[in-house]
Nanobody, 121 residues
Framework: QVQLVESGGGLVQAGGSLRLSCTAS????????MGWHRQAPGKQRELVAS???????NYADSVKGRFTISRDNAKNTVYLQMNSLKPEDTAVYYCNANAYTWGTGGPYNYWGQGTQVTVSS
């Protein structure tokens, strides 16, 4: 099993910045990719950004140029630096990891419990 713990959410004014962190722990053999998704009230969950073990990144068009995803493979941790935040970025942000685990194989997708990001206008 893999546990993902997120931190760094909160309330910020439009134009401000926040940095989210997510650390994976458990019976991890290797992690293919990690990423962040978000879900706003009344909307479907959507991909925000993802990063492979080799450092290749992918961003939603709505956050390109404002958000930066990075990863520390040694710590099994992924970060999301969010700058120039807008009210429409308000959502619950979920960390995701696609990983192989000892004993159960994989890869499987694992999810964190989410952290609230609220951007006021």
């Amino acid at each position: 099993q893999v546990q993902l713990v997120e931190s760094g959410g909160g309330l910020v004014q439009a134009g401000g910045s926040l940095r989210l962190s997510c650390t994976a722990s458990g019976s991890i053999f290797s992690i293919n990719y990690m990423g962040w998704h978000r879900q706003a009230p009344g909307k479907q969950r959507e991909l925000v950004a993802s990063i492979t073990s080799g450092g290749s990144t992918n961003y939603a068009d709505s956050v390109k140029g404002r958000f930066t995803i990075s990863r520390d493979n040694a710590k099994n941790t992924v970060y999301l630096q969010m700058n120039s935040l807008k009210p429409e970025d308000t959502a619950v942000y979920y960390c995701n990891a696609n990983a192989y685990t000892w004993g159960t194989g994989g890869p499987y997708n694992y999810w964190g419990q989410g952290t609230q990001v609220t951007v006021s206008s």
